[in-house]
């Protein structure tokens, strides 16, 4: 977005004015919504110089050039955005499914109890405060939903997305200017941490905004899409880390530091890693989306001083023109009417006898398929990207589909989606590129089997018993969770 008006200013303010406007509201449904702030494309310098306070050992400093722009949520997902999600997809967390629950605050310390899961993290929440205790899975479900309901393809951020977007262009130690731990550690409205948050998580929107409008840093680590390893040496362009095995096991990046870890995890280059698995109370998520543009939702009327659509008045009647003439004209019309609608009544009963008596017996005897439906199968179109598909299919939107694809690590994974397509069709986001995928009409296999069902005066088969990982939307085949999820 380019204005004449930038010239002469500050790339780095340039950019935060220039897309201060392009912020966007996106309807969850059942009065919850979510906002989303534009991140225009440029460079910046990710990780620390060696000089600075509270630095970590990984955080080596790189030139990075993000070249599209994207949206990011204005704070991470609250706890009336992830209800909202539950109640909609009947989704059950990892803590819930799982037989050891999640790191919760018992008082004293983060311990792993059943107990613990988004609905009880040990504290008291708001609608508004960050959800908590969700693994990477969970994070990815909720973007999944979010993307079939906005027709954006709704991510995780990736880790230098969530730094460029917490900088606001600035290259200090926190994205407002602050340099040094004892001025951050006096200010009220920069970061929730250990020291000021009273072991508990607060509403997204009891911090300052940076430059750019977001509301980031402290308050829960949030979950990024790369793998955690060293930053590779060189410059990198738009750079996403999916090897997982470069440290000392595979870990998802964190970052943003949290009510839990110390004043100097809030800076904008300090780093986390977890088991994806983990589910921690002080770990939480946000959402970014590559950049579309998103219409605002405006009702139909009638525009300001202009007259809306209206039926043309009937011509008024004849000065001359009596009221007895026209009750002699309907009735002369009524006795057209009347025999007409003698014949046609005549006519169907007619053609309903026919066909009773051409009519097949509702159920075929055994062996003979004449009467299956011939109703043709639906066609699909699947049009393969780096992070998942785009679906085309001549099914009705609203229909719900079973869709398996499989991706490189042999995994293959299930999802039960409800069809509604875009301009561009329906979009899955998978993570990877997917190796294969197959659709299944979810009516049609149904319709089908209860058909055989009660051709063959057979019981439908017994549904397949439903996994400890499976919900509404998604079914992954079952991994055990880890005895031990580890912490960052």
Not at 19 to 43: K, P
Not at 212 to 227: K, Y
Not at 250 to 257: N, S, T, Y
Request: with cysteine; proline share 10%; charged share 20%.
């Amino acid at each position: 977005m380019q204005r004449s008006w930038l010239a002469g200013i500050p790339v780095w303010v340039a950019a935060g004015l220039a897309w201060a406007n392009e912020t966007r509201t996106l309807d969850l449904g059942g009065g919850v919504s979510m906002e989303v702030v534009r991140v225009e494309a440029g460079t910046f310098r990710q990780g620390s110089p060696a000089t600075e306070e509270g630095r970590g050992a990984d955080e080596a400093q790189r030139q990075v050039v993000l070249t599209k722009p994207f949206w990011i949520g204005r704070t991470s997902v609250t706890v009336a955005q992830w209800k909202r999600f539950v109640a909609e997809s009947n989704y059950r967390t990892e803590a819930e499914t799982g037989t050891s629950g999640g790191q919760g605050w018992d008082g004293k310390a983060l311990v792993q109890q059943k107990q613990y899961t988004w609905r009880n993290p040990g504290f008291g929440q708001s609608p508004d405060d960050p959800v908590c205790l969700v693994t990477f899975p969970d994070a990815e479900q909720f973007c999944q939903w979010l993307s079939r309901k906005t027709q954006l393809r709704v991510t995780l951020p990736t880790e230098s997305q969530w730094e460029y977007a917490c900088r606001a262009g600035s290259a200090a130690p926190w994205h407002d200017g602050t340099t040094t731990l004892a001025a951050a550690g006096v200010k009220t409205d920069l970061a929730w941490h250990k020291a000021n948050a009273n072991s508990s998580t607060h509403a997204t929107a009891s911090t300052a905004s940076n430059l750019w409008g977001i509301r980031i840093g402290g308050n829960v680590s949030e979950w990024c899409l790369d793998w955690y390893a060293p930053y590779p040496d060189g410059p990198a362009t738009d750079p996403l880390q999916t090897n997982s095995n470069l440290s000392d096991k595979p870990r998802r990046v964190l970052r943003g530091g949290s009510w839990a870890r110390d004043l100097k995890n809030t800076r904008s280059a300090a780093r986390f890693r977890s088991d994806p698995r983990s589910r921690i109370a002080d770990v939480g998520f946000r959402i970014a989306a590559p950049y579309e543009v998103i219409a605002e939702s405006t009702a139909p009327g009638p525009t300001p001083g202009k007259p809306g659509p209206t039926t043309p008045a009937a011509d008024p009647l004849p000065a001359t023109t009596s009221q007895s003439t026209h009750m002699v004209s309907i009735g002369g019309l009524a006795c057209l009417l009347i025999p007409l609608g003698i014949i046609a009544a005549i006519v169907v009963a007619i053609v309903k006898a026919a066909s009773r008596k051409s009519s097949p017996p509702p159920f075929p005897a055994p062996g003979n398929n004449d009467y299956l439906p011939r109703t043709p199968a639906p066609q699909h179109q699947v049009r393969m990207t780096e992070d998942g598909f785009w679906l085309q299919t001549d099914a009705n939107a609203g229909t719900p589909l079973d869709v398996t694809y499989r991706l490189a690590d042999g995994m293959e994974q299930r999802s039960r989606l409800t069809y509604q397509p875009g301009p561009e069709g329906h979009f899955v986001f998978t993570g990877r590129r997917p190796l294969s995928v197959s659709i299944v009409p979810v009516v049609a296999a149904a319709a089908a089997s209860a058909m055989a069902s009660r051709m063959f005066n057979q019981p439908p088969p017994m549904q397949r018993p439903e996994p400890v990982e499976q919900d509404n939307d998604t079914w992954t085949r079952p991994v055990p969770p880890p005895r031990n999820p580890a912490a960052y």
